[in-house]
């Protein structure tokens, strides 16, 4: 059974910076596109940032210019660098296939930007 492993989240004060790690099982990603999603206190997932498979990225209006997907060559681990949080950031943050989420969902990691 496939599985994701989401690590790296923590406090971190406005402005500061985290760096959130996704582990997955050699093959999972490899041919498809990674994404990280958030999902915040009292509502939805949403898609915060896609790799793709040519190595292109996009990165939803709230976060781009601040965060920073990417991944090892085996695509084994894609990480999420994540500067300038603020407190609208907090949220467990989660990876899967993108930009349909085919795998089954890992714990995600707990964000919580506050000072």
């Known amino acids: 059974q496939v599985q994701l492993v989401e690590s790296g989240g923590g406090l971190a004060q406005p402005g500061g910076s985290l760096r959130l790690s996704c582990a997955a099982s050699e093959g999972v990603f490899s041919d498809y596109n990674v994404g990280w999603w958030r999902q915040a206190p009292g509502k939805g997932r949403e898609l915060v940032a896609i790799l793709y498979v040519s190595d292109a990225t996009n990165y939803s209006s709230f976060v781009e210019g601040r965060f920073t997907i990417s991944g090892d060559n085996a695509r084994t681990t894609v990480y999420l660098e994540m500067n300038k949080l603020t407190p609208e950031d907090t949220a467990i943050y989660y990876c899967?296939?993108?930009?349909?989420?085919?795998?089954?969902w890992g714990q995600g990691t707990q964000v919580t930007v506050s000072s």
């Open positions: 899967n296939r993108a930009p349909n989420p085919s795998l089954a």
